[in-house]
């Protein structure tokens, strides 16, 4: 089957515009992740959501950021009036409900903000 | 302040021998630690786990070794190959203590394995 897909793979914008970025899970996968990862940063966590329960959004660095979860199944970051420093690589992740399952992440969305 | 610590930036290692690449924490609730290796333009991928119940695990030509008082795992490879060359993450998380599973990744370091 198919893995994490995202998009787009890259995306340039102007400081002050919003952006979503779009994440579609493995099918069957009821958690799914945000992670981004900021030049010579590891891997920092944004967001988590888990089936119908609210989402864990502890990791989201300011309320300029957002994501939803439509369905249960694919989900979008939102971040509006970005800033330069929200330059990095947006990562999800999904994986099966429980712990001790193995996140399967997608290839990422690269984001520049000029 | 980082939880996780990768101190090796990057590593250089020659075909045929072993690479050992260190990882430290800092939380006490960590008990669930994973290793990832991630190639230019690709996700990580998932590479091997330990959970603090146990001291090492071993796929092929891959081990993870804990050490719970120091709070320190290593991770090997031996034989090293070409193809292992990539940037690796270790990461913890704090799954029996009841969190929701997210992961907290080190920097990542970079191994090249030289032919």
């Known amino acids: 089957g198919a893995g994490v897909s995202q998009s787009p793979s890259n995306k340039v914008t102007e400081k002050g515009k919003d952006v979503e970025l779009r994440c579609d899970p493995i099918s069957g996968h009821t958690a799914l992740y945000w992670y981004r990862q900021s030049l010579g940063q590891g891997l920092e966590f944004l967001i988590y959501?888990?089936?119908?329960?609210?989402?864990?959004k502890s990791g989201l660095p300011s309320d300029r950021f957002s994501a939803e979860r439509t369905g249960g199944s694919v989900s979008t970051l939102t971040i509006q009036r970005t800033q330069q420093e929200d330059s990095a690589v947006y990562l999800c992740?999904?994986?099966?409900?429980?712990?001790?399952?193995?996140?399967?992440f997608g290839p990422g969305t690269r984001l520049t903000v000029l | 302040d980082q939880q996780v610590k990768q101190n090796s930036p990057s590593l250089s290692v020659q075909e045929g021998r072993i690479s050992i690449l260190n990882c430290d924490y800092t939380?006490?609730?960590?008990?669930?630690f994973l290793w990832y290796k991630k190639y230019p333009a690709e996700g990580p991928t998932f590479l091997i786990s330990i959970s603090s119940i146990k001291d090492k695990n071993e796929d092929g030509r891959f081990t993870v070794f804990l050490n719970k008082s120091a709070k320190h795992l290593s991770l090997h490879i031996v034989p090293s190959q070409p193809g292992d060359s990539a940037v690796y993450f270790c990461a913890a998380s704090g799954l029996l203590r009841g969190s929701q599973g997210n992961l907290i990744f080190g920097k990542g370091t970079k191994l090249s394995v030289k032919p």
């Open positions: 939380n006490s609730m960590f008990d669930y």
């Open positions: 992740a999904s994986s099966r409900q429980g712990p001790y399952n193995e996140q399967f």
């Open positions: 959501f888990q089936g119908n329960s609210a989402p864990d």
